[in-house]
């Protein structure tokens, strides 16, 4: 065999080699944030897997997120538009179930009009930020008639897609590496083609090349390039772009300010960016809370929440938390990411007027927490990061220092009519008693010493008092509340109904008697309908209900007796919806129980209506 050919096999033999090293080196893996890139793959430490657009640390741009892990959703799939990591824009959600979601998404949740397919059925959904408000199933292609709807049909609507099964990441993905020794690859074998072709000699390769007409004068320069005026391609400047910044700096916070649509609130998101400092790899937590520090050092008090979603669990002070998952060390939030949000009109501070707020961010090992109880952090549990950031604020309302005195009293009447919706029914059962002593418990937990033995020992007086009172049948549920609308801060009035709701919802049954009650509280205490029907809702989903009179159901379903028939109607057709689509989504067997008693109730009232 010549030497030629077997050099030409040698070559060979190398560039496969060649291939398959690049091949090795393309697939090695690289943390961003607390994602792992494999190639073209991302994957969360929490199992989820990622290919798409990126910026910074998050997926931002189109993509598709496969759910991992142990999550409940784990084997759902999301192909669509994200932003900061975050579901938003158009996009297709796959349930591994077969169902399929196609329509707008907004800060992550449903927002908007969608189309919804399910075991073969079609329909039409319409979310408000997560919240299901109708659900209409459009009948099949035989029948001409669709079944009733408060919005109008948009034309062209989404027919149902499929996904593609992404390749595993560890299959190694095309490069530029790649592309780099293909392209070598096939130098060489030109290279190899040439060696095998018959070498021309210098003699007739000059015989066939013209003699050029170069006068004395006319030396080529050496250096000269060979492309016209202007040089070739790869030496024209392009102008550069800018590069957005990346962050790799020490922790830094800061306040985005933004007004709430509908109230008109300001609402200041609490963003982060910055080195994490765990020094080894470990399962991170955050936490805020927030104090009052505007007398000084020495006199911080804990700000109060006026909305239970953001409390302590032990006591009503400010507190929002939340996990990161699995962080590796050195791990760096380069772009900034919200953490939580603070509402100025929401909080308490000890006093009214202009207010300096210190919000306290704790991060710690989920799997050695702090515990925090009214915003201070005990000395067990691993804390890696605590940063504090601020803001003032003019408060309206006066504070529970100013207001202590009325609030003691305020919180007295709220447990006498806790009493009173209780013995609705002429007694009092041990589990709605229950309700009534936690109840105490949480509201002295903020306080210490002969304070807290001070208000226990007036909260069960006034327990016991509204007990015998209702007994003898003395206990006036109008005064409470009027004494109660004068006397009352905002808190208070709204704690007042969130306990009548709980104590409602301790024997498991929806009454609808003990709802009318509420309801009628919660008027005249001139709260926000919206926010009290809220709280109903989350408080009906998991009870049964049960009906007692025609009065009653209709306030269960949210109906108020002033409104006009044509109102009623209306109302029972949005809840038909929005109960009948949150039947379909729900899992829990209890819950759904309910669900679909709430719409056996809402049918029998719509008969009732036309």
């Not at 991992?68 to 591994?96: N, R, T």
């Not at 710690?364 to 915003?375: L, S, W």
Request: aromatic share 8%; glycine share 8%.
């Amino acid at each position: 065999m010549p030497f030629k050919v077997i050099f030409s096999y040698i070559k060979l033999i190398v560039l496969l080699l060649l291939l398959n090293i690049g091949a090795l080196w393309a697939s090695d893996c690289e943390q961003v944030g607390f994602w792992k890139k494999c190639g073209s793959f991302y994957t969360h430490a929490n199992g989820d897997v990622y290919q798409g657009q990126f910026k910074g640390r998050n997926p931002h741009g189109k993509g598709t997120l496969t759910i991992g892990g142990k999550s409940p959703l784990a084997g759902d799939k999301y192909k669509g538009s994200f932003s900061d990591g975050i579901k938003h824009g158009d996009g297709v959600y796959f349930h591994k179930n077969g169902d399929q979601y196609i329509g707008n998404w907004s800060g992550g949740m449903k927002n908007g009009e969608g189309i919804f397919y399910s075991n073969q059925k079609k329909f039409k959904q319409y979310f408000e930020y997560g919240i299901p408000i109708s659900s209409v199933e459009y009948a099949s292609k035989s029948s001409n008639s669709k079944k009733e709807t408060t919005r109008p049909v948009r034309p062209n609507l989404p027919e149902k897609q499929s996904l593609k099964p992404a390749v595993n990441s560890q299959d190694g993905s095309w490069s530029i590496i790649h592309w780099l020794l293909i392209l070598a690859g096939i130098w060489f074998f030109i290279q190899i083609r040439k060696s095998n072709k018959p070498k021309v000699s210098e003699k007739s390769l000059k015989k066939s090349i013209p003699t050029p007409n170069v006068s004395s004068n006319s030396t080529p320069d050496s250096n000269q390039s060979p492309h016209p005026v202007g040089g070739s391609k790869a030496n024209k400047k392009r102008p550069k772009k800018k590069r957005e910044e990346t962050y790799f700096g020490p922790p830094q916070l800061k306040f985005i300010d933004e007004e709430h649509k509908e109230t008109g609130w300001l609402v200041k998101k609490i963003m982060f960016r910055g080195r994490l400092p765990n020094t080894r790899d470990m399962n991170i937590s955050f936490a805020i809370s927030a104090f009052d520090v505007t007398d000084g050092e020495g006199k911080f008090r804990p700000a109060l929440s006026i909305v239970e979603g953001a409390q302590e669990e032990t006591t009503i002070c400010y507190y929002m938390a939340d996990d990161f998952g699995r962080v590796g060390e050195g791990s760096s939030l380069t772009d900034w990411v919200q953490l939580g949000v603070v509402i100025p009109e929401l909080i308490q501070p000890p006093y009214s007027g202009n207010r300096e707020i210190h919000m306290v961010v704790r991060m710690f090992n989920t799997d050695n927490p702090v515990t925090i109880v009214a915003g201070g952090a005990s000395d067990n549990g691993e804390v890696i990061l605590l940063e504090t950031l601020s803001f003032n604020h003019d408060f309206k309302d006066k504070g529970y220092e100013e207001a202590s005195q009325d609030r003691e009293e305020s919180q007295s009447i709220s447990l006498k009519i806790g009493v009173a919706v209780a013995m609705s029914d002429g007694s009092l059962d041990d589990s709605e008693g229950d309700v009534l002593k936690n109840w105490i418990i949480k509201e002295v937990s903020a306080f210490s010493g002969n304070k807290q033995k001070q208000l226990k020992a007036m909260f069960n007086k006034s327990l016991k008092e509204g007990f015998a009172e209702a007994k003898n049948g003395d206990l006036s549920l109008s005064n409470l509340v009027e004494r109660l609308s004068k006397i009352g801060d905002k808190k208070s009035k709204y704690d007042a109904v969130e306990l009548c709701l709980d104590v409602m919802a301790a024997d498991g049954i929806a009454d609808p008697e003990e709802m009318a009650v509420i309801r009628n509280v919660a008027k005249s205490l001139d709260l926000d309908m919206d926010e009290i029907e809220k709280m109903r809702e989350k408080v009906t989903l998991s009870l049964s209900t049960e009906l007692t009179s025609e009065e009653g159901l209709e306030s269960l379903v949210g109906i108020d007796p002033s409104w006009s028939d044509e109102q009623k109607r209306k109302h029972l057709r949005t809840e038909f919806q929005k109960w009948n689509n949150r039947l379909n989504s729900l899992s829990d067997a209890k819950e759904k129980e309910s669900a679909q008693s709430m719409l056996d109730n809402i049918a029998t009232l719509r008969k009732k209506y036309g």
